[in-house]
């Protein structure tokens, strides 16, 4: 998704790993950086909301842009997804488990 300024998001663990677990976040997105960053991540002005919905931080943040959901917004459960910043690996082992032998 692309935010707009007046947007809620719901940020956490898809849109930046420092965002995951118990540090996600309610956003309320005041402006959208202009300037160019990596393929796919945007830098966001905002302020972070509380469960009653009162603004207690301004902060800007640099987020994945796939990883972005608006507040409420449940996840398709067809959608599958890793978390940003992640690496993935694969190894392939001999069929005897052993270069060689």
Excluded: C
Aim: no cysteine; aromatic share 6%; charged share 20%.
């Amino acid at each position: 998704m692309r935010p707009q300024t007046g947007d809620l998001l719901r940020v956490d663990g898809r849109a930046s790993v420092q965002f995951g677990g118990d540090r996600a976040l309610t956003f309320r997105v005041v402006s959208i950086g202009a300037e160019v960053t990596h393929m796919g991540w945007i830098w966001l002005t905002g302020y972070v909301l509380n469960r009653r919905g009162t603004a207690t931080a301004k902060r800007d943040i640099f987020v994945q842009l796939a990883g972005l959901r608006r507040a409420g917004e449940p996840m398709p459960h067809s959608q599958s997804w890793v978390p940003a910043n992640s690496i993935q690996a694969s190894i392939s082992v001999g069929a005897r488990g052993r270069a060689g032998r």
